[in-house]
């Protein structure tokens, strides 16, 4: 499985920065300040702060799960050709996504903009 498949996309992570999700993960997306190309982004593991990076944390399917509540459930849609379901008694709202850690971030983001939990 690529690494791409179990973190979080760029798109996801940079949201979940913006609601001041903690910034700690084992990857993290990271490109050089100043760069002409907004698709520059590389994945890194312990990426140390420096100050001509932007740096956004890349969470992992665990690390996600960590800050779900623990009434979640995540599975593959049996009908959606693979797809990942999220789902929380806290909502009868439910997420998919064709990675798990995005359909996981997905959850995570409704439930801080909700303001449902904190993390």
């Known amino acids: 499985m690529k690494l791409e498949e179990q973190i979080v996309s760029l798109e996801l992570a940079k949201k979940l920065k913006e609601l001041n999700v903690k910034q700690e993960s084992y990857f993290h997306w990271y490109r050089y300040d100043g760069s002409s190309n907004a698709n520059e982004f590389k994945i890194g593991r312990a990426v140390t702060p420096a100050s001509n ?10 690390e996600l799960g960590e800050m779900l509540p623990h009434d979640c459930r995540t599975r593959r849609s049996v009908d959606e050709k693979g797809k990942w379901l999220v789902d929380t008694l806290r909502s009868d709202r439910f997420f998919r996504a064709a990675t ?15 303001k449902l939990i904190e993390v």
């Open 100 to 114: 798990e850690a995005d359909a996981r971030a997905k959850m995570l983001i409704y439930l801080l903009e909700k």
């Open 53 to 62: 990076l932007e740096i956004t944390s890349a969470f992992t399917v665990a």
